[in-house]
């Protein structure tokens, strides 16, 4: 009988108590995975693998996916100015569906009868993780040890070390996720509605305190250049940005939005380059875009980061956005100006070949040099025709 079950495995206390559990108490051949989507260090990958082999796996592998995870969605994100609610730059949660393609393809390749993940039955991950298993391997029995135990911190705690596992989970103020698009932050205040996050709770602390202009160098939409310097890729870009950004403490926030699963959901996050990506580059767009390839941008980038937080990334009308959104790009290219200031940013202008504001057509509230005055009264009076006919029957 095949026995041979993946863990998505974080090194964290939920899927810590997986693997004692799976093992122990199930049976199962308990082989760990972690995808990294470019949220973990080096040294911090050593440790998870080192914290699972103690725990009792028969084999531990990191999976990389970061350049993945950047080309086939952060780029599009950015194209599609993507902001859950207008606030949220869907950071973690945008890494869930490649970590779950990752330890699904991982799981099949080693001929896995089972694969397991550690998320509790209150919050989106569970479907996320389901959702893409249950597509793209449907012959794999899925295992959910916490979902369906119920069980309480404290009692995990307390079966790991009744098991000889003496680690410290003791539970943190704040519960923190980080990645390549942002970091989240969850805490006693974030599940209330009236409460903010205090200083402390945030990973990166206020460091600069002088303003510093950055400029950001923008090629058919993707972040090239910060300062005229060169990165390798999309990934290096971004964390670099993060590195300087962050100092200022800038992209901090509070989202409230609505989950898969129905009920509303509050989580802090600090964001420094996806923010400043996304708002440079929104504002490299108005002034290369015409006016409708901005409105139906709009229209579809919603709908792009709505289908992606509720787990719908496999969902064939994401590949023809993702289509429709990369043709957009064609003239989003130029330098953004940005100034730096603690806690906050200003976005303060471009330089573009493609600048539609240097038509020679006019200068808006200053000159006109493409028609003339009668032009525009008979422009005019040709568009009021039809409110002139509704006010003319329906007098009122």
Request: charged residues 25%; proline residues 2%; hydrophobic residues 35%.
């Amino acid at each position: 009988m095949n026995k041979k079950l993946v863990l998505a495995f974080s090194g964290g206390l939920d899927t810590s108590f997986c693997v004692k559990y799976l093992k122990e108490e199930k049976g199962y051949e308990v082989y760990t995975a972690i995808a990294n989507t470019g949220g973990f260090s080096a040294e911090e990958l050593k440790k998870i693998e080192d914290r699972a082999y103690r725990l009792g796996s028969k084999k531990h592998v990191t999976l990389d996916v970061t350049n993945e995870y950047y080309e086939k969605c952060v780029r599009y994100m950015v194209f599609g100015n993507v902001l859950r609610n207008n606030t949220y730059p869907i950071s973690v949660s945008s890494e869930r569906i490649f970590q779950a393609i990752a330890t699904i393809n991982y799981a099949k390749e080693i001929g896995a009868g089972y694969i397991a993940h550690g998320s509790t039955g209150a919050g989106n991950d569970q479907v996320r993780f389901d959702l893409a298993f249950q597509v793209l391997a449907p012959e794999i029995e899925i295992i959910t040890p916490i979902r369906d135990l119920m069980l309480s911190r404290q009692q995990e705690i307390d079966y790991l070390k009744k098991h000889g596992v003496e680690e410290d989970y003791t539970k943190m103020t704040y519960s923190i996720n980080q990645g390549l698009w942002g970091t989240s932050v969850g805490g006693k205040e974030t599940l209330t509605s009236s409460k903010g996050l205090p200083e402390e709770a945030y990973p990166s602390q206020l460091e600069a305190t002088d303003e510093k202009l950055l400029e950001l160098g923008f090629e058919k939409g993707e972040l090239k250049t910060i300062d005229g310097k060169t990165y390798k890729n999309g990934p290096e870009i971004i964390q670099a940005l993060e590195e300087i950004a962050s100092e200022y403490a800038v992209g901090r926030d509070i989202h409230v939005g609505d989950t898969i699963i129905g009920i509303k959901g509050r989580v802090g996050f600090e964001a420094a380059a996806p923010l400043l990506i996304i708002k440079a580059h929104h504002l490299l767009e108005k002034h290369t875009l015409t006016k409708w390839q901005t409105y139906w941008k709009e229209q579809l980038g919603n709908w792009y980061g709505m289908f992606l937080h509720e787990a719908l990334y496999l969902e064939p009308v994401m590949r023809n956005i993702e289509t429709f959104l990369e043709a957009t790009q064609e003239n989003v290219t130029g330098k953004v100006f940005v100034k730096l200031k603690p806690y906050r940013f200003e976005l303060q202008g471009i330089e573009s070949e493609h600048d539609l504001m240097n038509s020679g057509f006019g200068e808006y509230g200053e000159t006109v040099k493409a028609w003339t005055a009668d032009d525009v009264k008979g422009f005019t009076k040709i568009l009021s025709n039809s409110l002139k006919i509704y006010h003319t029957v329906n007098k009122k």
